[in-house]
């Protein structure tokens, strides 16, 4: 017969996790189990207790304590349900707390604890309160241990307000005592939350209270949120403020500020704190060196970061594979990719295992030097057979450097496998393979598979898949397939943007359809797309190209007055016609003196 115990089915429906993994049935296998007499000395058992490593054990484990009789005592019940929570298995540990109070088990505060931290683990809140109404019931007083969680329950879920609500319940009520934990709890919930300010004043009103003052842990919370949300100026005054308050700087501290000041490229205050660090004889960690490293690497220091490793192993503070990825990404940044491929290949005589990051930052270093996309192939082989998974945009990746290297087949071959191992291609997957068909002169199987993409169900249309198809056709110079892409656009609810507006612009200027282009760019204005910089330019080129000087110099004042500039291609098509013997319009010059006024200062006048 079954015992009451298992009439969880509601419970069972809100803990996917567990439902799911199919441990829920290994449960209920082991404990639908008939009771039997004593079969474990209450010595064995403590020592199994003390030996779980996993879920298998500790449900053989309680099938075993539930069927001795009687009871072991509730004390090593706590420690099982301690363990799996230990363990993160919060649904396992939730399910074994009902049987045990079923089973007629008298449970006890703690035992109710374990069970509320349980629920909050498991994002399941309303559960946790469900067991504090036992607590109530049965004449037990909650403590802060348990209000803290279910403070920090109701924020991990994101209920700030109901959080906040609580808190002010427990101050209103005397609920429960006010400790430091208490306080930190609602600060960091709400720094979490971006509601930094409130914590702020929170802190404040700590600091204003004779009982319950901030300690280190407190000013971590809001000066590592202050540091995170551009607050540096304010994180400053806060770190100053509680040292004349006596309270002392930890290497958390130092951290948070420096990692701010490096992403400000603020040197030399990463020096000033790293010497008060020095003076206040806090010894910098694997964290601290990391960030100097890292932060030194994005802004192409990869020099100096190598020096900062060499202090760091001075010092015995042991590099990981995140400060090595970051110096292999310095090296990849400066085109030294044979110099990250050393980084690479020396960390596991370091004992260190390249990660999935290592492994993709290699790769996309090989895909940018596109006579090495073997190479980029091999190392991606190589991850697979270690047992990583490449996501998505590593497949983008590589699916980039092979179109771009002119390997369409084995870049399609690629996209086969990417939806073959259960990854669902997004927007770049698309471009990237609506771009590389196109480059490679297969116009119209990007053509095909946009209209595939149009008959798939909850898939986006964006319409930058339209302008990469239509750049492919005026680039092969069927300009007819292109305008009758762009002319049913509306039809499928979409708008041109500024980029595909320009795509045809360029392209009717490059197939020599001037006055289509100028159409163009009155019909963008009338629909209140505004031209880019991209779009003056390649309007300009067109012009000059075609010898139409004037409107070529009319839509340079146009871009000037909006602030843009001719790029490198038009202001080569300008030099060039500048210096032609035949024609060297006045115009064109006159443009080139507005850039530089001072470089044809002295120049004879030139006849157009």
Known sequence: MERKGFKLGKFLISSPN??????????????????????????????????????????NLYKNMSRTRPFPRIQQFNQLLSRLVNLKEYSASILLFNDI??????????????????????????????????????GCVPDSVTFNTLLKGLFRENRVSEAQELFRKIVREGLCELTVVTYGTVIDGLCKSGNTAVAIELLGVMEKGSCCKPNINVYNMVIDSLCKNRGMESALNLFCEMKEKGVAPNVFTY?????????????????????????????????????????????????????????MLQKNVAPDVVCYSALMDGYCRQGRVDEARNVFDKMPSKNIAPNIVSFSILINAYCKQMKRIDEALHLFR???????????ALYNTLLHGLFHGGRYSCAMKLFDELQTV????????????????????????????????????????????????????L?????????????????????????????????????????????????????????????YNAIIRGNLLSGE?????????????????????????????????????????????????NTFKNQPKLRG
């Open 382 to 392: 190589d991850m697979q057979r270690k047992g990583f998974e490449p996501d998505v």
């Open 18 to 59: 567990f439902y799911q993994s199919g441990n829920f049935h290994f449960a209920f296998r082991y404990l639908r189990t008939k009771s039997t007499a004593n079969c474990n000395s209450p010595e064995k058992m403590k020592l199994e207790l003390g030996n779980i490593n996993g879920l298998d054990e500790a449900m």
């Open 422 to 473: 259960g990854l669902k291609p997004n927007f770049y997957t698309y471009c990237n393979l609506l771009d590389g068909l196109c480059m490679n002169g297969q116009t119209e199987r990007a053509l095909l598979l946009l209209e595939q993409l149009e008959q798939k169900k909850n898939e986006y249309l964006h319409i930058a898949y339209y302008s990469i198809v239509m750049d492919g056709f």
């Open 255 to 311: 951290n948070s500020l420096l990692c701010a000041v490096c992403n400000l490229s603020e040197w030399e205050q990463v020096k000033m704190l790293v010497k008060e660090m020095a003076d206040y004889k806090i010894y910098q960690d694997k964290v601290t060196f990391t960030t100097i490293i890292n932060a030194l690497c994005k802004e192409g220091l990869v020099d100096e970061a190598e020096d900062v490793l060499r202090i």
């Open 101 to 138: 109070c079923n089973l007629g088990i008298s449970v006890t505060e703690y035992t109710m604890s374990i069970a509320i931290n349980s629920y909050c683990l498991s994002n399941r809140i309303d559960y946790g309160f469900s067991v504090l109404a036992m607590f109530i019931k049965r």
């Open 549 to 597: 000087y004037d409107d070529a110099a009319k839509f340079f004042e146009e871009m000037s007055d909006r602030g843009f500039s001719p790029d490198p291609s038009t202001f080569r098509v300008m030099l060039d016609l500048v210096g032609t013997k035949e024609q060297n319009p006045t115009v064109v010059l006159k443009m080139i003196q507005k850039l530089a006024p």
């Open 475 to 535: 680039k092969a110079k069927q300009v007819d397939k292109a305008r009758v892409i762009f002319s049913n656009l509306p039809c499928k609810g979409l708008e041109p943007d500024v980029k595909t507006y320009t795509i045809m612009i360029n392209g009717c200027c490059q197939n020599g359809l001037l006055l289509e282009a100028k159409d163009l760019l009155v019909k963008m204005e009338e629909a209140r797309v505004l031209p880019n910089e991209v779009t």
